[in-house]
């Protein structure tokens, strides 16, 4: 099985080789597909590539300065492109696509590529460049140990040793299996595989996404039936806790055909759920087995989903893939976390579109751009007054790991004591310009950049776009003392630096709403432009 499929233009034959050899030089040939040098002369290609495709871990995705061009994009448009084929088929399976950045190129923009391919500007990209290629596939490889367990092969002695002793174990298992019963003979030829995936959790923040977005799901299944008897798939949903399935007892079963001689891409199981109680938390027991025309077992597994209460975000949120007897965790890409953040800026709650107009109107001619209304929320907020939010110190990391609490703008808006974290202070902030009455179509980022006095701490900021200029304020303790000409000045000065140092980070603004980078010490989220490329809907609740 090959762990890591490199996927290329020959034009980018080049960079797609030399990143073979130093993958291969680390975790070994038998690890790395790259169809150059493993595709066998005179065997089908589809039939290679399809096997890579189903047993890997990762699929990189290496995209050169040519790939944006426009004779690329009409050849991403033909059915029979292979690199469309590759992507296509690794896009709707259960497994890590990672656009490799090589020559100093961008991933192409969703509306660059077609809709087979929109989610590929969505995947967190990885860039190596020319000037630091070494540095860069060593931070590379380091991703490929630490998120995605790609391991380097054993030798070729101990591969030998490890088959003699299976051997010998299965021997003897098979001879004690058959002399007391305890296992049924194989039967003629191959049968069906189906490699399967689940969500370990489901924050019910994102329950609503779940409908409309392919990389949120239940139960999701590809896989082959190389014999000559039809199977079945059946597949059962059981919950517990505060939920429950629509029309059904608790519990739903589905099936599904096997055809004999087929093989299947990626087939999404939904189950549609009602949350009777949100501040609890709740499970989905899923159960999958494939069986014989004549109802015989041939294998079986289950898996539970964990669904959190609402307001708890999973930082370190995981899916879990089945494809042989021990199931994969893969870290789910941790730029759609971020855009799940979006979620938080939208709310329908009376109190908080009551709260915005009410601000708005009481400012009266005062409010003639977003400045003004910004101006207006600083003395409402943060100056001294009855509604004053005391700022907590955030966490010494972001994104943090495990498990953490998100208020929503009603729960800042009614909390007595008006205490928050940074992060909660941005979506507040953001979810009142929503509400507001404000005529323009307002772009809202939150920001989030070392210190200047430490790299060690964050420093939050809310930006917004105004005349083609980027504004900011700083929303993090120590710059919401200041007054807000003083934070409004120095905060845009800031963010206005980084545009000019770190120019990726507004591309990719532009071009997804997300700026997430392993090793970068920034990071950035558009709000519109993640509601709109991951997906994202509003929380299935308000209080």
Not at 44 to 64: I, N, Q, W
Not at 255 to 265: K, V
Not at 418 to 447: K, N, Q
Not at 451 to 475: C, R
Request: net charge negative.
């Amino acid at each position: 099985m090959n762990a890591v499929f490199i996927s290329y233009r020959r034009e980018d034959g080049g960079y797609a080789g030399r990143l073979y050899s130093d993958l291969s030089a680390r975790f070994g040939e038998r690890q790395i597909f790259m169809d150059v040098d493993d595709i066998v002369p005179g065997r089908p290609f589809p039939r290679e590539v399809m096997d890579a495709l189903l047993s890997c871990r990762v699929v990189l995705a290496v995209v050169g300065e040519r790939w944006r061009s426009q004779a690329n994009l009409e050849r991403l448009n033909d059915p029979n492109d292979w690199v469309l084929q590759e992507l296509k088929t690794a896009l709707t399976r259960e497994v890590a696509v990672i656009p490799l950045l090589v020559g100093g190129t961008k991933v192409p923009r969703e509306e660059e590529l077609p809709p087979d391919l929109a989610p590929l500007s969505r995947r967190e990209a990885f860039e190596v460049r020319d000037s630091a290629w070494q540095d860069d596939v060593r931070r590379l490889i380091d991703t490929l140990q630490r998120h995605f367990g790609v391991r380097r092969e054993r030798s070729p002695w101990a591969r030998r040793i490890a088959r003699l002793l299976a051997v010998g174990a299965v021997a003897a298992l098979a001879y004690l299996g058959a002399r007391s019963g305890l296992f049924p003979r194989p039967g003629p030829g191959p049968g069906p595989r189906v490699i399967a995936a689940t969500l370990t959790t489901v924050p019910l923040s994102l329950l609503n996404s779940m409908q409309e977005n392919p990389d949120l799901y239940w139960f999701k299944f590809s896989g082959v039936n190389p014999g000559e008897s039809k199977a079945f798939l059946k597949v059962r949903f059981e919950v517990a806790g505060p939920v429950m399935i629509v029309g059904r007892d608790g519990e739903e079963e589905q099936t599904f055909d096997l055809p004999p001689g087929s093989s299947w891409t990626t087939e999404e199981v939904p189950v549609n759920l009602t949350v009777l109680n949100y501040d609890k938390r709740g499970s989905v027991t899923v159960e999958w087995q494939i069986e014989t025309a004549d109802g015989r077992p041939l294998d079986a597994h289950a898996t539970n989903i964990t669904l959190l209460p609402a307001n708890t975000v999973k930082w370190d949120l995981k899916t879990r893939r089945f494809e042989g007897d021990a199931p994969i965790e893969v870290s789910f890409p941790t730029d759609y976390l971020l855009a799940s953040l979006a979620a938080w800026t939208v709310t329908e709650n009376d109190s908080v579109r009551t709260r915005a107009r009410e601000l708005y109107e009481q400012s009266g001619a005062q409010v003639q751009s977003l400045r003004d209304w910004y101006a207006r929320l600083y003395t409402a907020f943060f100056n001294d007054s009855e509604e004053r939010i005391l700022i907590r110190s955030p966490e010494p990391d972001f994104p943090p790991s495990g498990e953490r609490d998100i208020h929503t703008a009603v729960q800042v808006l009614r909390d007595p004591v008006h205490t928050a974290e940074p992060l909660e202070v941005v979506l507040f902030l953001s979810a009142l310009t929503r509400a507001a009455p404000i005529p323009a179509r307002v772009r809202l980022a939150m920001v989030v950049a070392p210190s200047t006095e430490s790299l060690d701490e964050k420093v939050f900021f809310l930006a917004w776009l105004e005349s083609g200029e980027w504004h900011a304020l700083e929303v993090s303790g120590s710059g919401t003392r200041r007054t807000f000409e003083d934070n409004e000045r120095l905060a845009t000065q800031r963010i206005r630096a980084l545009q000019q140092s770190l120019p990726a980070l507004f591309d990719s603004l532009d071009a997804s709403g997300i700026f997430y980078q392993p090793g970068e010490t920034s990071i950035a989220v558009d709000f519109d432009k993640a509601l709109e490329s991951y997906r994202i809907r509003p929380l299935p609740y308000d209080g």
